[in-house]
Every structure is written in structure tokens, then in C-alpha cells.
């Protein structure tokens, strides 16, 4: 067999052996399926308790046909006596808010609604829609207005709502920006360990009579990136999985953002797997390289920081693209090859990257890697030989400058 | 000639590591290599392996430029090492698929090296649960397993218990035997001389002595003459100016020929002096290493 082969199989197969891959394929794949049941079964059904203390003798809502309609909503009426007891409730969260309808001296309604940290105003709408119309009605009446006339005042406007950014997005950049974060860095760093493990252990000595450095790095690298997709496999497994069983349904979302599954096609997909492969690549010969020269486990750090800052960085400004993903920070990061493949691929994913950012973003990556690898292949060759008390960052540019 | 090295040089930002090195070293022998620590011997090695680029010079296997890909290597490096936490058969089989072996030549080739070596009771065991000793067996049969031609063995007996260092003399023995070519880098004079028709030795990346070894004993300049007497021969060795060391009633002196040698002696007899034994022997390699690279 050809050595790339022997030496990407070896690899591979501990990667599969590990312990570490072992556990984290499990982890996923039931992160995967339990969010999607728990997101199924543990669906939050419950109404809003919202108790109501009327104190207008004009204006008083027909609770029970209010609650009859409503989904989201259940109003309690409450005495006054029971008024403070029912906001201390509200302030514990036993009970959702409290509202008092009251009445000024000019017979204008008033309402006063407490709640504990949020206000929840579709459902403070709904009241106050009644009491405007009751009021009207009032009104209409003392100023002898034909009937056909207040009815026409109130009449309701229907407000067709259209979003123009893909706000349904939001809960999926975050996901697969996180992915992408956490796979580079995991893999990377693997790669990273990998090498350093062989020069710590001495069995480089052995390996570069028997096989170029650099076939040995890009085994290596090739080996974990595989890994890498096959946890990516797990995911989407965990994924198919949950939707064979039924579970993939409307309304989700994480950490309050929503998730609308029906964005995740095939070519979004295929783009995930892409820029996976090219973000991978591109991080992982730097993080081969740098590792090769350090000759103890404990400089890992200091040499590949610079990398993990790297990685922050792309993974903050996808996380700024949720927000705003047409800024220019945004479109500027997202053609910059150490950040385009979190930040492209999380505007892709927002419909915000057209087919030509596509073209030229994945075309000056596979530019960077390619530019990069010369460097690279130097700085590993000379490195693995290298052996010395303590390695620093400055040792890779010094190095680098020698290759 | 197997192994030729012509004007052979490495120079790094602020060292010479090797300079001008010249030698030879014909198919089936074994050349020893010497200096201290920094001399220049593993650039020197490296430089043969191919891991390391010489500044100017070449070095030629049957007269083409040596190439990794044709000649089969063997090489065991000063610093040990082997996977941790791979078990012991996997770390072999994957040596042996980078040497393009086969499956059924690696199995064998196992088994074999395995009986020879006492470690079949290791087979399963993961490298980071043998003893030094055992890790370096284990490497052994890493350099061996695909029968190489060339072998080079960087400081092969450092950490081997002296039962071990027999079962690896007999290795090396059996090597010679198989007409292979052998470089051996140490820094004992002894294993050296046991197996070593050649020697070279470096000091400050230039040798300063290489040859034959018998012919640089032979020609190096003196003889030792060790004269045990249970009398006092202090003053008729400085009557006949001969320089020596005294150890209990052992006189070890040094002279410039074997006639010379044999002079001292005719004349210790003619004094009457009832001597215990006498041989004239060369000069040992640690002599020769102490004098000229010390």
C-alpha cells in the first residue's frame, strides 16, 4: 500500500479507537435526537395566568369567552382584597401578570399591567383591544353616531406580516457556526497533539526514515478531517433519526432562537461539508506545522494561540452575522480566508450569500491552502527534527523564516 | 564499495557540524563510529538517512547518490521511542507496511523476531507498559523486521541489562554473518571493538582518525607491555626510560614497536627478576579515543 495510505489508515483507525471520538459521537447524536424529543414531547402547552381585578363599573371584559378564544391566555378575576397576593405571585412566577382596569373621571379606560420581567404585549393587546372597543362603543352611543358608522370605526386593519431577513435563520447560524467551531478546533488541535505526541514519544525518529514528513502530515491531517465528518455524519444521523421518528416539527428553537429545519437542504448541507473540509484543512496544516517544532507537550499552548484566536474571532463575527449579516465587518470577514468559512457559510444560511460569494470565497480558501502548504511543508519538515528546551511563538516565525 | 562519502559538509547558522568528511566502507562490513557528544554523528547519520541535507558533498551507494527509495533502511536512533498507547503487533505491522512488506512476510517476520528476542509474552501488551529494555527490543525488531540492507544503530546497547546486551551482540553477530552493511554509533569502546572491522572518529565535525582498525592499532605509534611481578620494577623501567603504569603488581608500559617490547622484557630477565607474566599488547580503541579525541 501506498505510505499516504498506510499512514491516513493508522491514523484513522485510532482516531475510531479513542476514547474521546468514542464518547463525543455519542454525545451528538443524542444531543441531536434529545433536542428534537424533548422539543416534541416536553412541547410547552401552558397558558399564560394572568389574573384581572376590574374596578370600572363601564368597562368589564367577558372573561369567559376571552379565555374560550384565546390559546395563549387564561385571565383569573380577582378581588381587590386579593390584588397584592396576586402580584407577589407574579413576582415569584406562580402566576403570569396581574392587570387592573380602571376608569378616569373623564370615563377614558385605564389599564395597569404588572409583570415580573418581560411584558407580554400580544397578550396586554388583546385586552386593551376590548376595552377600546367597548369604548367606542361608549362613545358612539353619547354622541348619537349612526350605528353603521361605529361600526365602521371599529373595524380592524390586518397587518400582512413579511420578514426580509431570514429571522428563522437565527437558531441555525448559531448551531452550525458552533459546529464548525468546535470540529476545527477539536480536529485541528488533534492534529496538533498527534505530531507533538510523536516527537515527545521520539517515534518521529523512527517515522521520517520510513515515510516524508510532509505524506506524514497530510495523512494525518486527512485522517482526523475524516473523523471529523464522520462526526458530522453522526449529526446529521441524529438529525434523520429524530425526523424518521417523527419528532422534527414546527416552533423550534435554541437558546430563544428559532430553527426552522426546512432551510437545511441538500446544497446547504453539501456547503456545510465544504467549508468544513476547506476551514479544516486550512487551520489544520498550521496547526501540523506549528506543533512539529515544539519538543514538549506543555509549549502546545503558547505556540498554537495565535490559531485559537483565529478561530474566536471567525466564530464571533458568525455570531454577528445573526445580528446583522450585511455589515460591513460581516462581508468583509466573510472573503478573508482564516474567517470566510464560518462567516459565508452562516450568511449562506441567513440568504444573504449569493452564489458567486460562494464561488470566490471557497476558490480563495483552497488559493489560501495551497499558498499556505508551501510554508507549511518547510516549517513541518525542518520542525519535526528539531528538538529544544522550550518553544515559543517567536521559534515558528524564526523558524519559518529559515524554511 | 557500498558506501562512499565525498567531502561530505553540514553547516548551520553558527556551526560547522560536518566538515570535509571523507570515507569508505565496502558491502558487508561494519564501520564504528566515535566522538563525543557534538562531534558531528547523528548530522552525519541524519545526512546518510536522507533526513537532513548536506551544505556540499555527496554520498554515493554503489556509486549513485544514495536514495531512500531504493536502498532498504534500517535504522535504530539513539532516543527510543514508540507509540504509548498502541498495542506493541500494531505498531509493528504498520512499520512493516511502510516498508512495503506483506501481510504474510510482516506475520512471519513477527513471529520470528519475536521467539528470537524472548517477547512473545509481550505481543499484546500496549508500548507504554514495557520496561526500557523491552521498548528497546521491541524497536529492534522495528529496524529489522523488513531485513534491511543498511543498518544503522545509534547507541544500540544504551539502557540493554547485560543479559540483553548479549541477546543484541548475538543480533549484530548474526547481521555481520548475513554480509549486511552496518554503521554502529557508540560510546562503548568495547562493543565497538567486538564488532567493528572500521572505525572513524570525529571530533568537532572532522575525523581524526578512520581506517581498519587492526591497521590503526598496528600503525598508531606504540605498544603496551604489561609486565606482573611481585617485585618492585619502578627503577629498571625508569633505568631503560620507559614510560608506565603501575596497578598492584601490574606494569603496563608503553613502547614504540613489538621489538622494543620484547627488548624491556629480555632485559627484566637478564636482571634476574622473576616476572609473573608478560604480554605486548595494542593499543585498546579507549586509548586511542582518550588521546585524540579527548
Known sequence: MNPFFTVLQFHLKESYRSKAFK??????????????????????????????????SEYTLDIDRINKQSETMDLVPIERTELDASKEEVKNGDADGVVVIGQTSEGLPTLAYSYSQFPDLDAIAVIQNELKSQYIVHVTKEKSIAPDAAEALLAQIDVHEESLNRTNALGLVYFFAFLMY?????????????????????????????????????????????????QIAIVAAGYLTARAMGWVGEDLSIMGMPIDVSIVTVKLFAFLVVYFILGYSLYAILYAAMSSIISRIEDMNSVTAPLSVLLIAAFILAMQCMVDPNSTTVVIASYIPFFSPMVTFSRLVMGEASTMELIITTAEIAAAIGLLSLVTNRLYTSGVMRYSEKTKFSDVIKLTREA | MTLQIKHLHKEYKDITAVNDMNLELPKGQVLGMLGRNGAGKTTTLKMLLGLVQPTSGEIRWDGKPIDRREISFGYLPEERGLYPKIKVMDQLRYFGQLEGMSKKAIESGINYWFDRLE????????????????????????????????????????????????MLSSVIEQLIADNKTIVLSSHRMEQIELFC??????????????????????????????????????????????????????????????????????????????????????????????????
Open chain 1, 23 to 56: 464518547i463525543m459521537a455519542v454525545v451528538m447524536f443524542l444531543l441531536v435526537v434529545g433536542f428534537f424529543a424533548a422539543a416534541h414531547f416536553m412541547k410547552d402547552d401552558s397558558k399564560l395566568d394572568i389574573k384581572i381585578l376590574t374596578e370600572s
Open chain 1, 182 to 230: 468546535l470540529f476545527i478546533t477539536l480536529y485541528g488541535q488533534m492534529v496538533a497533539l498527534s505530531i507533538a505526541g510523536e516527537k515527545v514519544s521520539r517515534v518521529m525518529e523512527i517515522m521520517i526514515t520510513k515515510v516524508k514528513p510532509t505524506t506524514m502530515m497530510y495523512a494525518k491531517v486527512i485522517a482526523s478531517m475524516i473523523a471529523g465528518l464522520t
Open chain 2, 119 to 166: 517477547m512473545n509474552e509481550y505481543r499484546d501488551k500496549m508500548a507504554g507498559e514495557l520496561s526500557k529494555g523491552n521498548s528497546q527490543k521491541m524497536q529492534l525488531i522495528g529496524t529489522l523486521l523488513h531485513d534491511p540492507d543498511f543498518i544503522i544503530l545509534d547507541e544500540p546497547f544504551s539502557g540493554l541489562d547485560p543479559v540483553n546486551a548479549e
Open chain 2, 197 to 294: 572491522e572500521n572505525v572513524v572518529m570525529m571530533k568537532q565535525g572532522r575525523i581524526v582518525l578512520s581506517g581498519k582498525l587492526n591497521e590503526i592499532k598496528e600503525n598508531y605509534g606504540y605498544k603496551n607491555v604489561r609486565i606482573e611481578s611481585d617485585q618492585d620494577l619502578t627503577p629498571w623501567l625508569n633505568r631503560l626510560q620507559v614510560a608506565f603504569e603501575q596497578k598492584n603488581n601490574v606494569y603496563t608500559a608503553q613502547v614504540r614497536s613489538a621489538e622494543r617490547a620484547l627488548a624491556v622484557i629480555s632485559h627484566l630477565e637478564q636482571q634476574n627478576i622473576a616476572l609473573r607474566g608478560f604480554s605486548v599488547q595494542e593499543p585498546s580503541l579507549h586509548q586511542i579515543f582518550i588521546e585524540r579525541v579527548g
